[in-house]
């Protein structure tokens, strides 16, 4: 490790380090604009000069590697008049419009500007002005702002595995540009507004809505698919304006997909602010006594093995675990929180994670992907799986199922069950290439699971796994990949039907009279006889309202405190950042309050006694931000991979942008359908 010497302070550095994350290290603070940590080095701003002993000139600390005996120093008069001097520059053609510009009281630009800049310009030429690009529904673009430090173009080039933006022209002419005047197909993009140091890239659907200092701000979880990213929820009174990533390496680094972002406008719409009974054929707002008296009523009068509940992919761990504690009071037996049906075994953890981890992805050499598109299905992870195979030259991956643009390379090996079953042969050219992997991964996807042969797809990824060395002491490379937020903490739970009783596709044939569904949306609800009383539980007027013969409005995720589950098993904490609409109430208390007028109360009043109830249904609920690499142990699962028919694999969406009833409420994705997808589903033909 080199010994180098920063402003009088030695101090030894990592061999390949910067001097600028040198700087760092020993605790100075280094202006930079074109820099960041997780994009490669570009050196366009020129911002992060430092002087360097025995150098002539000061040097661009963020591309400058150290050496041993380095002597450095960040803040002499010299570096200072070298950086007012770039700052003079950049400022030159900037348009003078802080107080119009979204990014106002977040911006790289003002903060350096009030430590380097000058109070009074010497420049009295005429500025020169860009035509602001066509970046789509989500980006807004002000170009004549750009300071050119790309980026932006590195983000989609490197991270997305998108390369749709880039310069043209040179010196002061040159432009950021995406050549063709479309928006941006990654499901990443809203990440270059955060990255983008000043006002050119801003978020479009948030265009003069509020200032930064005005927003309350909330940690959360992103529910919209199973990675469980960490985020701030920025509102305003009683209304959500923004979501932004926080940054946790172990889960989402620092990005967010799109959808998780954009989809917020939809907790605005089609909400349920009140309970509604139907009668006639109709419904009709009614009260919360008239209602929870219904629902009372339609419980007692039903036999409990009559009687089921289905989980939905948004819902909390509190919510199931007191649905479930109501029903089982009262014998019912029929509960399952896989709304497609997937064939996941619970007798043991690891048949229904992602065990690897997903920081164990930047271990890995070689990957199998069975029925997954990980891109639409977990675009963040996906960035994670990319930049692996960046990284590693001989890193190999394969794709059973629909062929599709997953931002990296891959062999297509088929797109029906006859493909997974030739890599059960020991001889196949790729699983040859997963034996000789070091540390390979499978990751087989929940629409795979969700076949009517899904345990046979099932035994037979796990037969692969094993076969190909998957499976050791120190390694697990056996993955599933879950896209509902709900379904981890739902098995974790148990919320899944006894030996005896009934699974989804029984309850929906008509196997139950009393189908309570929490938040369940998924289900065809045209499958349901007519017969069937359906209570509806939920935040949206989607399908679930539709079909239901009450109504009781619940909470959406930003609208309560609610613990989540993510794909590999790591529990997260999830605030409260608004109060629910109108007489709209958390789900655990409705639920609460329906098991008092039924004459079973449930031994918790508080948000906190039902915590300790779920930790005593899984001691994992007490541990939460912590995983572990599951330990694979046990027999195993009970699927017969003889029976796997040649069915093609499916996608899991219809369309990345409308999974849910929140996305589908929003008018931000709508666009993103008609003006994103369209054209390339157009293009394609």
């Known amino acids: 490790m080199p010994k180098v010497t920063i402003d009088g302070i030695e101090l030894d550095v990592p061999t390949g380090f910067s001097v600028l994350q040198a700087a760092e290290a020993a605790g100075k603070e280094i202006p930079r604009f074109c820099y960041h940590e997780r994009l490669s080095i570009a050196g366009n701003c020129r911002m992060c000069l430092v002087e360097i002993e025995k150098m002539p000139k000061p040097v661009a600390s963020c591309g400058q590697p150290v050496a041993e005996g380095m002597v450095i120093f960040t803040d002499t008069e010299k570096v200072r008049q070298s950086r007012r001097n770039v700052m003079e520059f950049l400022l030159i053609n900037h348009p003078l419009d802080c107080p119009i510009c979204d990014q106002g009281g977040e911006c790289d630009l003002q903060d350096e500007a009030v430590g380097y800049g000058r109070d009074h310009t010497r420049y009295h030429e005429v500025k020169r002005a860009v035509t602001d690009k066509n970046f789509g529904p989500l980006v807004k673009t002000v170009m004549t702002r750009c300071i050119q430090c790309t980026r932006c173009v590195r983000f989609l080039a490197e991270v997305a595995g998108v390369p749709e933006l880039g310069g043209i022209s040179r010196g002061e002419n040159l432009e950021i540009t995406n050549y063709v005047e479309r928006g941006l197909t990654s499901e990443l993009s809203g990440n270059i507004i955060d990255l983008c140091p000043v006002g050119a890239l801003t978020a479009k659907p948030y265009a003069f809505i509020a200032r930064t200092w005005e927003l309350r701000k909330t940690d959360s979880i992103d529910v919209f698919d199973a990675l469980g990213t960490n985020i701030r929820i920025d509102s305003r009174g009683g209304e959500v304006l923004r979501i932004l990533p926080r940054i946790n390496d172990a889960v989402n680094e620092e990005w967010l997909a799109d959808k998780s972002r954009f989809a917020l406008d939809g907790l605005k719409r089609k909400r349920l602010d009140r309970p509604w009974i139907r009668r006639d054929g109709k419904l009709h707002a009614a009260t919360w006594d008239e209602a929870l008296a219904a629902v009372v009523a339609r419980l007692n009068g039903a036999e409990p093995a009559r009687i089921g509940a289905i989980a939905g992919n948004l819902c909390d761990a509190e919510s199931m675990m007191a649905l479930k504690d109501l029903l089982t009071s009262i014998g019912v037996p029929n509960l399952d929180c896989r709304q497609d049906g997937a064939a996941l075994e619970t007798s043991r953890r690891e048949f229904y994670l992602f065990n690897t981890t997903i920081e164990g992805i930047d271990e890995a050499d070689a990957v199998l992907f069975v029925g997954v598109n990980p891109r639409h299905e977990a675009p963040v992870l996906n960035a994670r799986i990319r930049r692996r195979w960046v990284e590693d030259t001989k890193f190999v991956a394969g794709l059973i199922g629909a062929p599709a643009d997953i931002t990296y390379g891959y062999t297509h090996l088929g797109s029906d069950g006859a493909a997974l079953r030739a890599l059960l042969d020991p001889e196949a050219a790729f699983t040859k290439q997963l034996a000789a992997a070091k540390k390979?991964?499978?990751?087989?996807?929940?629409?795979?699971?969700?076949?009517?042969?899904?345990?046979?797809?099932?035994?037979?990824?796990?037969?692969?796994?094993?076969?190909?060395?998957?499976?050791?002491?120190?390694?697990?490379?056996?993955?599933?990949?879950?896209?509902?937020?709900?379904?981890?903490?739902?098995?974790?739970?148990?919320?899944?039907?006894?030996?005896?009783?009934?699974?989804?596709?029984?309850?929906?044939?008509?196997?139950?009279?009393?189908?309570?569904?929490?938040?369940?949306?998924?289900?065809?609800?045209?499958?349901?006889?007519?017969?069937?009383?359906?209570?509806?539980?939920?935040?949206?007027?989607?399908?679930?309202?539709?079909?239901?013969?009450?109504?009781?409005?619940?909470?959406?995720?930003?609208?309560?405190?609610?613990?989540?589950?993510?794909?590999?098993?790591?529990?997260?904490?999830?605030?409260?950042?608004?109060?629910?609409?109108?007489?709209?109430?958390?789900?655990?208390?409705?639920?609460?309050?329906?098991?008092?007028?039924?004459?079973?109360?449930?031994?918790?009043?508080?948000?906190?006694?039902?915590?300790?109830?779920?930790?005593?249904?899984?001691?994992?609920?007490?541990?939460?931000?912590?995983?572990?690499?599951?330990?694979?142990?046990?027999?195993?699962?009970?699927?017969?991979?003889?029976?796997?028919?040649?069915?093609?694999?499916?996608?899991?969406?219809?369309?990345?942008?409308?999974?849910?009833?929140?996305?589908?409420?929003?008018?931000?994705?709508?666009?993103?359908?008609?003006?994103?997808?369209?054209?390339?589903?157009?293009?394609?033909e």
Request: aromatic letters at 8%; hydrophobic letters at 45%.
């Open 440 to 684: 390979p991964l499978l990751i087989v996807g929940q629409q795979a699971l969700a076949r009517p042969d899904g345990a046979a797809v099932f035994a037979a990824c796990w037969q692969i796994a094993e076969a190909t060395g998957m499976l050791t002491p120190d390694w697990h490379g056996f993955n599933v990949l879950h896209n509902a937020a709900a379904r981890v903490g739902g098995l974790d739970l148990g919320f899944v039907p006894t030996p005896d009783g009934k699974d989804v596709a029984s309850m929906v044939a008509g196997g139950v009279d009393v189908l309570w569904l929490l938040g369940a949306d998924e289900i065809d609800m045209t499958a349901i006889p007519p017969e069937t009383f359906v209570i509806y539980q939920g935040h949206h007027g989607d399908r679930g309202a539709a079909r239901a013969d009450i109504v009781l409005p619940g909470a959406a995720y930003t609208e309560k405190p609610g613990i989540y589950v993510n794909t590999e098993g790591r529990v997260q904490l999830a605030q409260r950042a608004v109060f629910p609409p109108g007489a709209a109430r958390e789900d655990w208390t409705i639920i609460r309050a329906a098991s008092a007028l039924l004459g079973k109360p449930l031994p918790y009043d508080t948000i906190e006694t039902l915590r300790h109830r779920l930790a005593q249904a899984n001691p994992i609920f007490a541990t939460p931000d912590t995983v572990g690499r599951t330990a694979h142990a046990g027999p195993k699962p009970m699927g017969d991979a003889t029976q796997l028919s040649d069915a093609p694999f499916t996608p899991a969406f219809e369309t990345y942008y409308q999974t849910d009833p929140i996305s589908r409420a929003s008018p931000t994705m709508a666009k993103c359908v008609t003006e994103i997808l369209a054209p390339l589903q157009q293009a394609a």
